[in-house]
């Protein structure tokens, strides 16, 4: 049986439009996003559970792959070590990966190899995904305001 981690790579395609989010949204919408899931958090991460002082906010997509499109289904508050793992290819190319890697196995309580394996599986999909063409659904964003 596969590992339920706590901790995931939630890596965007290429060909998505998830980067233009924020600045497509009217103004100070992401603002009042943003505070609304600090608020939930409540000054814990919502994925490690750890107490910060500084809370990142996170987009939550669902990829419809047979579809195509890709739905906006949470905005969540996380820690910064946690949101440096979920976007681990950003993470790599500003050199932290090692970083990552050891926050990964810390918070899922697992080994090198479990990490290694659940990347590699994370990189195929984005591969995949990112060969084609994404339909963006935020339908659920009055959800998050
Ligand atoms: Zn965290």
Redesign the pocket.
């Known amino acids: 049986m596969k590992r339920q981690f706590k ?1 995931n790579f939630e890596l965007i395609p290429d060909s998505c439009w998830f980067s233009n989010l924020r600045s497509a949204l009217p103004a100070g919408a992401w603002d009042i996003i943003r505070k609304k899931a600090y608020a939930r958090a409540g000054g814990k ?1 919502m ?4 107490k ?1 002082a500084r809370l990142e906010a996170h987009e939550r997509w669902e990829f419809d792959d047979e579809r195509g499109v890709q739905k906006l289904v949470d905005v969540i508050a ?2 910064r ?3 440096e793992v979920i976007h681990i290819g950003r993470t790599a190319l500003m050199g932290r990966e090692r970083e990552a890697a050891e926050r990964f196995m810390a ?1 899922n309580g697992c080994t090198y190899s479990e990490f290694r394996a659940a990347l590699g599986e994370a990189n195929e999909k984005h591969r995949e995904r990112s060969a084609k063409e994404w339909l963006l659904d935020v339908s659920e964003l009055d959800k998050f305001m």
Do not use: F, M, R, Y
Request: aromatic content about 0%.
């Open positions: 901790l991460c994925i490690c559970g750890e910060t996380v820690c070590p946690c949101h918070v």
